[in-house]
């Protein structure tokens, strides 16, 4: 009966530290200004991890409610109901967890090309420059 508790209370311990997680590094993103862009992409991520974060603590009420359920009605479809609802809460915030991931993903993926783009002109340029050095003078033919 007590490990029936556990899970819950672990599952909402877990939420309370990651929402306090999610709300220090929100701050330190605030602290050092990024740019237009980075900023706007922290703000909608920090709006997607809150909210599935808050969810992951819904879901721990949830859970321990549901083990009172059948005590406090005798009808089985309020039951199956109530435990499909919690389904559908624990797949929504699934869901929002994958297009927190692909989110992130892209974001670091367009930072990536761009970095590489940067690289590959910085890379002609020292090209160009050494072509430059090592060319032979002609007036000294």
């Known amino acids: 009966m007590i490990l029936s508790y556990l899970f819950p209370l672990f ?34 991520q920090y ?18 409610f549901g083990e009172h359920l059948p005590k406090l009605t005798d009808s089985q479809l309020a039951i199956v109901f ?3 609802a919690v389904l559908g809460l624990v797949a ?7 297009v927190d991931i692909w989110a992130t993903r892209a974001h670091y993926g367009r930072i990536a090309r761009r970095c590489l783009d940067d690289q590959t002109v910085l890379l002609a340029k020292m090209a160009h420059k050494m072509r430059e050095i090592n060319k032979p003078d002609d007036d000294m033919q």
């Open 11 to 44: 599952l909402f311990g877990a939420a309370m530290a990651l929402l306090a997680s999610h709300r220090r590094a929100w701050m330190k993103v605030q602290q050092e200004w990024p740019g237009a862009e980075e900023l706007d992409f922290r703000r909608r």
């Open 82 to 84: 109530y435990w499909m």
């Open 47 to 64: 709006r997607r991890r809150m909210q599935t974060t808050g969810m992951l603590a819904v879901t721990a009420f949830a859970v321990s």
């Open 92 to 98: 929504w915030t699934i869901l929002l967890a994958m």
